[in-house]
């Protein structure tokens, strides 16, 4: 079973930035879309952005310009490159596999204004 493990989430002023990981059990990120997903308290679960096998991106309209999603094949792990952060960026940030529908923990990222 494939295992997901997010980190470096945590606290950060408005404006500032945070780079978030996904590390991935075994040789897999190449082969799958990944993708990351936020929920705000009180909300649903929401697409952020996805990455295809081949290596195209999606984002949400309300991340794009600001965060970056990519992947290292080698470290089989993949990245949000977060810039710009709004309060309303505030949220549990989970990546996930939706091939194997294979989900992380989450890592929590909080924006003070």
């Known amino acids: 079973q494939v295992q997901l493990v997010e980190s470096g989430g945590g606290l950060v002023q408005a404006g500032g930035s945070l780079r978030l990981s996904c590390a991935a059990s075994?040789?897999?990120?190449?082969?799958?879309?990944m993708s990351w997903h936020r929920q705000a308290p009180g909300k649903q679960r929401e697409l952020v952005a996805i990455?295809?096998?081949?290596?195209?991106?999606i984002y949400a309209d309300s991340v794009k310009g600001r965060f970056t999603i990519s992947r290292d094949d080698y470290k089989n792990t993949l990245y949000l490159q977060m810039s710009s952060l709004k309060s309303e960026d505030t949220a549990v940030y989970y990546c996930?596999?939706?091939?194997?529908?294979?989900w992380g923990q989450g890592t929590q990222v909080t924006v003070s204004s």
């Open positions: 075994g040789s897999i990120v190449s082969r799958y879309g």
């Open positions: 996930r596999i939706g091939a194997l529908n294979s």
């Open positions: 990455i295809t096998s081949s290596g195209g991106t």
